[in-house]
């Protein structure tokens, strides 16, 4: 038994090396998830992200690369959290690497373990994103965003409002276009508006103007609506007054609807098969 | 579980629940043939519907958004309700043919209407209506409006108008936050045909949207409100009469209409710009995007530091891994104008913080760093012994014997073991370079040579002075009542102390009273 052990010696020296090699087992995916939400910036206070006001005032768009190594750095902070001795050290030194790609892999699971979606493993590369201070953030919860390039998807890794107001967004990928689009859950009835004091339904045969009571502050006739626009039923008459959400398009794309909405409803038929 | 495709939504005139709410006696009655009727057995039961209240969670939106300001002069306002039947469940005049809803969607401003909050449900409603709706004085409270009969006539629905300002939407929830919560994704919808719109002076205007109980009151509301005509007119806020009529109110948000602000202009009137676009200049912002803020370094003293946080209005390249920093102060930068550039440093120390106060996290990364430590040292000690990977052995019970041999052997031939004494700075290799070395020397202001002896290969010496051998303490009770002359150390410590209490005390400590002559010679002295 001895003799297995007469280099004791260099059993301390290997000890040393041990901790200077990369083997073991990765951090657990508690701890990359934890990294990789740090890298997107979570529980990053607003003052760091912004240092002056200046920089986001009211009403404003600012688009902005995700400097890595301001997040790097903050992972180190992290990691070196508990690292006090210069064995600790050596020892995080050697996986420096591989815990990076391993957080890079982790940060496209955030958003995809929220969405439920399927994600190609690679390394996030460029991440872009912008910061949206305005009062649409406050009024529509829930804000449609995407972004694309060259007509490819470019994924988000994150979209969340740091304020009532403020809405931060971060994208895998360097887009051509981004589209900010009013939220489709919250369906909206109205008109056109041809003249401050006019209203319009468009319709398959021109437009139909909106009838209001007289000597009422503004408020419609809805039978004589219904009856104008040949509506039969609730659901018929709010089908004609749905308004389609707004799509905000950051590049030379003019705006436009962003669904044509298909209808199966069944009464519909009548209404507008004679059409 | 809707049918419906992300994207797709249907729309229902209505969706009826098959008894109305009230109080209802089913009886059953049975005849046999040749025997005869049996006994009929009565049943009364109730349908629970909200009559003058509504939970929070039964809202799912409303439109215009609460508390907001915009343009909303072309939407309508509406409130979506989870509850699909709720506008059916209650009636708008007793046994109605026509099942109309029994609730309305109202926008007034505060000069037509005045909310009352929180007041009891007997006050809501007119007494003449208490008895069929069940209203007693426990019934407790709810919020109501007083209006007048003018503004009743003006802006609240027709009769006719009641069924068209409702109905089911149904929508597919798989992609929104109502997931999971509810399953069908039908929504009720109750809409308000009265477009808010700003004071014609163009100053802002203040609504607030009630949504309202009619029940069992069809016949306040107007019934000919005059041939239609094709503008709205002014907005009217002029006084509208004595506030007699109160309606229950079970939802209620407040909006303000402006001039321009419906989602469109708002996302149109954006400042765009990369991030360190500054309008007028304020804040100075470098074209890196760092700005200069306020610093108070570590003498105190006041200065400015440049700092960008990690949004930048250009791309950064990524520095290779392997060089991690283990401190804030390695990130430290000078800028070529020779001011401090803390971006870095405190980033570092954000996320130092922010791992510090997380415990489960740090738990986490801790346990790992033990066992991954562990595991490196039992995988770079298994191949000393020989063999041992042939063996196909469990590599972790191969190393726990390996840890108790080692440790006995220790404990057997310690300088075997061990061999040479290590130096006393252990660092690693690679670790202080001859450069390193005189970089430490000048920033402490030490002699060259001097470090390069601390850290390459003298021990430090730690030992100061050699403190005198203290006297030891072998005496007894019995060896000092045989020997009195022991005791005088004490005597002379005693002495010392009195004279110095006189002392203090502002007494003469050379009179009769503190004379050594009187200390105590002898442990009887001492002890009585």
Same mark, same amino acid.
């Given at each position: 038994?001895?003799?297995?052990?007469?280099?004791?010696?260099?059993?301390?020296?290997?000890?040393?090396?041990?901790?200077?090699?990369?083997?073991?087992?990765?951090?657990?995916?508690?701890?990359?998830?934890?990294?990789?939400?740090?890298?997107?910036?979570?529980?990053?206070?607003?003052?760091?992200?912004?240092?002056?006001?200046?920089?986001?005032?009211?009403?404003?768009?600012?688009?902005?690369?995700?400097?890595?190594?301001?997040?790097?750095?903050?992972?180190?902070?992290?990691?070196?959290?508990?690292?006090?001795?210069?064995?600790?050290?050596?020892?995080?030194?050697?996986?420096?690497?591989?815990?990076?790609?391993?957080?890079?892999?982790?940060?496209?699971?955030?958003?995809?373990?929220?969405?439920?979606?399927?994600?190609?493993?690679?390394?996030?590369?460029?991440?872009?994103?912008?910061?949206?201070?305005?009062?649409?953030?406050?009024?529509?919860?829930?804000?449609?965003?995407?972004?694309?390039?060259?007509?490819?998807?470019?994924?988000?890794?994150?979209?969340?409002?740091?304020?009532?107001?403020?809405?931060?967004?971060?994208?895998?990928?360097?887009?051509?276009?981004?589209?900010?689009?009013?939220?489709?859950?919250?369906?909206?009835?109205?008109?056109?508006?041809?003249?401050?004091?006019?209203?319009?339904?468009?319709?398959?045969?021109?437009?139909?103007?909106?009838?209001?009571?007289?000597?009422?502050?503004?408020?419609?006739?809805?039978?004589?609506?219904?009856?104008?626009?040949?509506?039969?039923?609730?659901?018929?008459?709010?089908?004609?007054?749905?308004?389609?959400?707004?799509?905000?398009?950051?590049?030379?794309?003019?705006?436009?609807?962003?669904?044509?909405?298909?209808?199966?409803?069944?009464?519909?038929?009548?209404?507008?098969?004679?059409? | 579980?809707?049918?419906?495709?992300?994207?797709?939504?249907?729309?229902?005139?209505?969706?009826?629940?098959?008894?109305?709410?009230?109080?209802?006696?089913?009886?059953?009655?049975?005849?046999?043939?040749?025997?005869?009727?049996?006994?009929?057995?009565?049943?009364?039961?109730?349908?629970?519907?909200?009559?003058?209240?509504?939970?929070?969670?039964?809202?799912?939106?409303?439109?215009?958004?609460?508390?907001?300001?915009?343009?909303?002069?072309?939407?309508?306002?509406?409130?979506?309700?989870?509850?699909?039947?709720?506008?059916?469940?209650?009636?708008?005049?007793?046994?109605?043919?026509?099942?109309?809803?029994?609730?309305?969607?109202?926008?007034?401003?505060?000069?037509?209407?005045?909310?009352?909050?929180?007041?009891?449900?007997?006050?809501?409603?007119?007494?003449?209506?208490?008895?069929?709706?069940?209203?007693?004085?426990?019934?407790?409270?709810?919020?109501?409006?007083?209006?007048?009969?003018?503004?009743?006539?003006?802006?609240?629905?027709?009769?006719?108008?009641?069924?068209?300002?409702?109905?089911?939407?149904?929508?597919?929830?798989?992609?929104?936050?109502?997931?999971?919560?509810?399953?069908?994704?039908?929504?009720?919808?109750?809409?308000?045909?009265?477009?808010?719109?700003?004071?014609?002076?163009?100053?802002?205007?203040?609504?607030?949207?009630?949504?309202?109980?009619?029940?069992?009151?069809?016949?306040?509301?107007?019934?000919?409100?005059?041939?239609?005509?094709?503008?709205?007119?002014?907005?009217?806020?002029?006084?509208?009469?004595?506030?007699?009529?109160?309606?229950?109110?079970?939802?209620?948000?407040?909006?303000?209409?402006?001039?321009?602000?419906?989602?469109?202009?708002?996302?149109?009137?954006?400042?765009?710009?990369?991030?360190?676009?500054?309008?007028?200049?304020?804040?100075?912002?470098?074209?890196?995007?760092?700005?200069?803020?306020?610093?108070?370094?570590?003498?105190?003293?006041?200065?400015?530091?440049?700092?960008?946080?990690?949004?930048?209005?250009?791309?950064?390249?990524?520095?290779?891994?392997?060089?991690?920093?283990?401190?804030?102060?390695?990130?430290? /930068?000078? !800028?070529?104008?020779?001011?401090?550039?803390?971006?870095? $440093?405190?980033?570092?120390? #954000? @996320?130092? &913080?922010? *791992?510090?106060?997380?415990?489960?996290?740090?738990?986490?990364?801790?346990?790992?760093?033990?066992?991954?430590?562990?595991?490196?040292?039992?995988?770079?000690?298994?191949?000393?012994?020989?063999?041992?990977?042939?063996?196909?052995?469990?590599?972790?019970?191969?190393?726990?014997?390996?840890?108790?041999?080692?440790?006995?052997?220790?404990?057997?031939?310690?300088?075997?073991?061990?061999?040479?004494?290590?130096?006393?700075?252990?660092?690693?290799?690679?670790?202080?370079?001859?450069?390193?070395?005189?970089?430490?020397?000048?920033?402490?202001?030490?002699?060259?040579?001097?470090?390069?002896?601390?850290?390459?290969?003298?021990?430090?010496?730690?030992?100061?002075?050699?403190?005198?051998? /203290?006297? !030891?303490?072998?005496?007894?009770?019995?060896?000092?009542? $045989?020997?009195?002359?022991? #005791? @005088?150390? &004490?005597? *002379?410590?005693?002495?010392?102390?009195?004279?110095?209490?006189?002392?203090?005390?502002?007494?003469?400590?050379?009179?009769?009273?503190?004379?050594?002559?009187?200390?105590?010679?002898?442990?009887?002295?001492?002890?009585?």
């Amino acid at each position: 038994m001895t003799a297995l052990y007469s280099s004791a010696a260099a059993v301390s020296t290997q000890l040393q090396a041990a901790a200077d090699t990369s083997s073991g087992p990765p951090p657990p995916p508690a701890v990359l998830d934890w990294l990789a939400r740090l890298r997107l910036l979570d529980g990053v206070p607003f003052a760091y992200l912004v240092s002056d006001a200046g920089l986001l005032p009211l009403e404003s768009i600012r688009f902005a690369f995700l400097d890595r190594n301001w997040v790097d750095a903050a992972v180190d902070g992290a990691l070196a959290a508990g690292a006090g001795t210069i064995r600790e050290r050596t020892h995080l030194r050697a996986r420096h690497g591989t815990i990076r790609t391993a957080v890079d892999a982790a940060e496209r699971e955030v958003w995809a373990a929220r969405t439920g979606q399927a994600w190609e493993p690679a390394a996030a590369e460029v991440v872009t994103g912008f910061l949206l201070r305005s009062r649409a953030v406050a009024g529509w919860p829930g804000l449609h965003v995407r972004a694309a390039r060259a007509g490819q998807q470019v994924r988000p890794l994150r979209i969340e409002r740091l304020a009532p107001a403020v809405l931060l967004v971060l994208f895998d990928g360097l887009p051509d276009e981004v589209v900010i689009e009013e939220p489709r859950q919250g369906l909206q009835l109205g008109f056109e508006e041809p003249s401050p004091d006019r209203r319009e339904v468009p319709g398959p045969a021109g437009a139909v103007p909106v009838p209001f009571r007289p000597g009422a502050p503004g408020v419609v006739d809805v039978a004589a609506l219904a009856a104008a626009l040949g509506a039969t039923s609730p659901a018929t008459l709010a089908i004609q007054l749905v308004q389609l959400p707004y799509r905000q398009v950051f590049t030379g794309v003019p705006n436009q609807p962003s669904f044509v909405p298909s209808i199966s409803l069944d009464d519909l038929d009548n209404a507008w098969g004679a059409a | 579980m809707s049918d419906l495709d992300t994207g797709e939504f249907r729309l229902r005139s209505s969706v009826l629940p098959t008894l109305p709410a009230g109080r209802y006696r089913a009886e059953l009655g049975h005849t046999i043939d040749g025997v005869g009727a049996v006994e009929p057995v009565t049943r009364t039961f109730a349908v629970v519907a909200p009559q003058f209240a509504l939970s929070a969670t039964e809202v799912q939106s409303v439109f215009p958004p609460p508390n907001s300001e915009g343009s909303y002069g072309t939407r309508l306002a509406q409130i979506a309700l989870m509850r699909r039947t709720l506008p059916w469940e209650r009636e708008v005049t007793p046994n109605d043919a026509q099942r109309r809803p029994w609730l309305a969607l109202v926008v007034l401003t505060d000069a037509e209407a005045a909310l009352r909050p929180g007041r009891p449900v007997t006050e809501a409603v007119p007494s003449s209506l208490h008895a069929a709706l069940g209203i007693t004085e426990t019934s407790g409270t709810c919020d109501h409006i007083e209006t007048s009969p003018a503004v009743v006539a003006r802006t609240f629905p027709r009769p006719d108008e009641l069924a068209l300002l409702c109905h089911v939407r149904e929508v597919a929830v798989g992609d929104t936050e109502l997931a999971g919560a509810d399953a069908d994704g039908q929504l009720a919808v109750v809409l308000c045909a009265r477009v808010p719109r700003p004071l014609p002076s163009g100053e802002k205007l203040v609504y607030g949207a009630y949504l309202i109980s009619l029940e069992h009151r069809l016949d306040v509301l107007p019934t000919a409100t005059g041939t239609p005509v094709p503008g709205l007119g002014p907005v009217q806020v002029d006084p509208v009469g004595p506030k007699t009529l109160r309606f229950p109110v079970l939802a209620r948000w407040r909006f303000t209409a402006a001039g321009h602000g419906d989602f469109g202009s708002i996302m149109g009137d954006l400042h765009v710009g990369g991030l360190g676009t500054a309008p007028g200049g304020c804040p100075a912002v470098a074209p890196s995007g760092h700005v200069a803020i306020a610093h108070r370094g570590r003498r105190g003293e006041e200065a400015a530091a440049w700092y960008r946080g990690p949004l930048t209005p250009r791309e950064v390249v990524r520095r290779p891994a392997g060089h991690p920093l283990f401190a804030a102060d390695q990130a430290r /930068a000078i !800028a070529t104008d020779g001011l401090e550039d803390l971006s870095y $440093a405190a980033a570092f120390e #954000l @996320g130092r &913080l922010l *791992a510090m106060s997380d415990p489960r996290f740090l738990a986490e990364l801790l346990t790992w760093r033990r066992e991954s430590m562990a595991a490196a040292t039992v995988a770079a000690t298994l191949p000393l012994v020989p063999g041992v990977t042939d063996l196909g052995i469990d590599p972790v019970a191969a190393g726990q014997q390996l840890t108790v041999a080692v440790l006995d052997r220790m404990a057997t031939d310690l300088d075997a073991t061990f061999g040479e004494r290590i130096p006393r700075v252990d660092l690693p290799p690679g670790f202080a370079s001859p450069d390193d070395l005189s970089d430490i020397a000048q920033g402490y202001g030490l002699d060259l040579a001097t470090v390069k002896r601390i850290v390459r290969d003298a021990l430090i010496d730690v030992a100061g002075p050699q403190l005198p051998p /203290a006297p !030891a303490l072998e005496s007894s009770f019995a060896t000092l009542a $045989a020997n009195p002359a022991l #005791l @005088g150390h &004490l005597r *002379a410590e005693l002495r010392r102390h009195v004279r110095a209490l006189a002392v203090t005390s502002g007494l003469d400590p050379d009179t009769d009273r503190f004379n050594p002559g009187f200390a105590p010679a002898t442990i009887p002295d001492l002890y009585g």
